[in-house]
């Protein structure tokens, strides 16, 4: 790649990455809005759901833009949902693990700025 392209793809991606933290906060209020209604129906709930598929799209994205912790977490919380690994307790206490992280992340940028 030319140093031109190169930087062109640089950009692109600080452009992206930014995209993904601006939207931490939706995502996190998205994510304990389904953790109430997981914690209030339980297993069967729809909340479940839910919550497996934007833990799934985070650990497909977090990784690429530089937050390996992140995606890691919110992909053991996909696949433990889609085992039956982890108990009732244990997703809700990943999920409050993953938030964390994701708000650390926001605070960590805050910083930065």
């Known amino acids: 790649m030319s140093p031109t392209t190169t930087q ?24 304990e809005q389904q953790a109430i209604e997981f914690r209030a129906n339980g297993i069967d709930s729809d909340a479940l759901a839910a919550i497996k598929h934007e833990c799934h799209k985070l650990a497909g994205v977090a990784a690429s833009f530089g937050f390996p912790d992140i995606g890691a977490r ?35 940028t805050q910083i930065d700025s």
């Not at 793809?9 to 998205?30: A, K, N, V």
């Not at 992909?75 to 992280?101: C, F, K, P, W, Y």
Request: cysteine-free.
């Open 74 to 108: 919110a992909g053991e919380i996909d696949t433990a949902i889609s085992t039956g690994t982890m108990t009732r307790d244990e997703v809700t206490e990943a999920l409050e693990d993953l938030m964390n992280q994701m708000e650390d992340l926001l605070d960590d």
């Open 8 to 31: 062109t793809y640089e950009r692109r991606l600080q452009i992206l990455r930014q995209r993904f933290i601006d939207g931490l906060p939706s995502r996190i209020l998205l994510l």
